[in-house]
Structures are given as C-alpha cells and as structure tokens.
C-alpha cells in the first residue's frame, strides 16, 4: 500500500509541475484518437481522410478547450455526412444543435464526457462514463454522456443501414429523410442504453453522497451491478444476445477504472473518524470528520560527521609554542 501512495504521490506531483504540457499531451492524444477513428469509421468525404487532416486537428484542439475538440469532432462528423446524403446530414446537423443546447446550458464543463462517450462507445466499453460521472460530477453531467451516446448510435444506425441512402435515386429525398430520421427514432438499443446510463449514474451519485463508510466503494459497486443487469435483461428483451459477453467485460473494465478513481480522489481512512459538535445562534452541528490516506513526508536529516579525534603529544605542542615542557605537567 505504501508503495501505491508514493507512485500517486509522485504522479500528482509531476502533474502539478508540469500541467501545462502534461494536459495539452492528453488532449493531443485523444484528440488523435478521436478525429482517426472518425475518419476511419465515416470516411465519405476522401479529402478529410488523409492522416495529415487528423494531426493537424489535433495539435490545435491540444492548446484549446476541450469543447472546441467537441466542436471539430462534430464539424467532421457533418462534413463526412454531406457527402453521403444532404438528408443524413441534416438530421445530424438538427441532432447535434440540440445536444449542443442541452450539453452548453447544463454541462458545458464536461466536454471530456461527451468526448470519451462516443469513443468508449466504440470499443465496446461505455458502461465506464456513467459510474465515473456519478463518483465525480454533479447528475447534470449526465447528459454530456447523452449526447456522446446518441451521437455514436445515430451513425452507426446510418452505417447499419447504408444501403439506404446511396441506392435511392437523388429525387427520393424524402424518403432518405424518412429513412434519416428512422434511423435516429427507431434505434431502440439506444434508448435501453441511454436509460441504463441515467439510472446507474443517479443511484452511484446518491450513493456515494452519503456520510457512510466506504460510500463511494459502495456506489461503484452497486452501480455496476445495477448497470450490468439493466443491459443485460434490456439486450435479451431486444434479442441481442450477442453484445452480452461485451457486457460483462465492459463492467469489469468500469469496476477496475472506478477503484482507481477512487484511489486518486476518495481514499479515506476510516479507522480514525472524528465526531465534531458545535453550535451558533440557530443551529447545532453534527460534523463526521474522515482524514485522507497521504503519505507523510520523508525528513531530510543531515548526518555531520566529525573528524577523528587525535592524541595531542604535550612535547610537540611545548615546542610549537615555545614554552617549557614543564608547564604543562
């Protein structure tokens, strides 16, 4: 256990120092990741599909906010879009405008949300983002995990149902409108996902709320157990039995990912609890007080070493002096 403090110890030093360069290389990295996976799952447009468009997006989302990376994330998601179909493009145009809106006005702070949604989303794991929002954020950060999911399930509907769009003729817009919008309103996965996420994230956040032991391990645990039987009994009342085995590892990955938080931001020693009482004009106070885990400080202490002690021979001191050696009986 020492040896975990110390390694988080010196991580959040070194993040401390160097915070700057350390928080641009993040957003460089998942910027990378993000506009490479978008080209490479869309890849309509062929002139945004060179890796040169991806590096250089991702080097000027890395000295930006992390909601300009969402802003170019969805710039390109649209100009892929417009190249398959007008129709696509502008339900995913209306789509995104009012994620937008919802994402701006109640969680404008959690672009990394609605960023790794959508990438998590494709690697088969999402069931991370609920529990963390409800161990590290408010619930209205909830829905910056709404918008990544439906944004990642719209496009794959388009990409399911393809066909739809590039056999019908120019004229039957409207029937790759319908088709369009299909896509988005029939996707009932999403939905059952989207559910999953709400109820996982509120009982992890009302959880972990409380003045209990071990609330937040308790949160986590429960919420993915919560979150792993909602999926669960949702992919076989779907028939998609398929996506089970995705289940049960996406949840062991949420689990390990949630104790590591947990580690970083939550961990209390609870064998030293203080109860404090005190009083004002108005009120009593009950306060349950829970001192972190920290690793104490190492004391310097400086080891002076003195020279060894030597045999002083009284003749040889009598002679440098110049007095009688008798003296000095």
């Not at 009482?277 to 190492?298: G, I, M, S, T, W």
């Not at 020279?307 to 002096?321: D, F, G, M, V, Y």
Request: net charge positive.
């Amino acid at each position: 256990m020492i040896g975990l403090l110390e390694i988080r110890e010196r991580l959040r030093n070194f993040y401390g120092r160097y915070e700057v360069y350390v928080t641009a290389g993040i957003k460089f990295l998942l910027g990378l990741l993000v506009f490479f996976l978008i080209n490479g799952q869309l890849g309509y447009r062929e002139q945004l599909n060179h890796p040169a468009v991806a590096l250089i997006l991702a080097l000027i989302c890395s000295f930006m906010p992390v909601n300009i990376m969402v802003a170019a994330a969805c710039a390109l998601i649209l100009l892929h879009l417009s190249s398959l179909s007008l129709e696509v493009c502008a339900i995913g145009l209306c789509l995104m405008l009012l994620l937008f809106f919802m994402y701006g006005k109640f969680a404008p702070k959690h672009g990394y949300a609605a960023i790794l949604t959508p990438v998590l989303c494709f690697f088969k794991i999402p069931q991370v983002m609920p529990v963390s929002i409800g161990l590290l954020s408010k619930p209205s950060a909830y829905l910056s995990v709404v918008s990544g999911a439906m944004v990642f399930y719209y496009l794959e509907s388009v990409k399911v149902n393809i066909a739809n769009f590039t056999s019908m003729e120019e004229a039957e817009g409207t029937a790759k409108f319908t088709a369009a919008l299909k896509a988005l309103t029939g996707n009932r996965e999403m939905f059952m996902v989207i559910a999953a996420f709400f109820v996982t994230s509120l009982i992890v956040y009302v959880i972990r709320r409380q003045s209990m032991n071990f609330a937040w391990r308790i949160g986590l645990i429960v919420g993915n157990l919560v979150q792993m039987v909602f999926l669960l009994v949702g992919y076989v009342v779907l028939g998609l039995p398929e996506k089970i085995s995705w289940v049960l590892i996406g949840t062991a990955v949420s689990a390990a990912v949630c104790f590591i938080l947990e580690f970083f931001f939550y961990n209390l020693d609870y064998s030293r609890i203080e109860r404090v009482q005190f009083e004002d004009d108005e009120y009593y106070y009950f306060v349950k007080a829970v001192p972190k885990v920290y690793l104490a400080r190492k004391d310097k202490r400086v080891k002076r070493i003195t020279p060894k002690k030597t045999t002083i021979n009284r003749r040889a001191l009598a002679e440098e002096l110049d007095i009688d050696r008798d003296i000095m009986h």
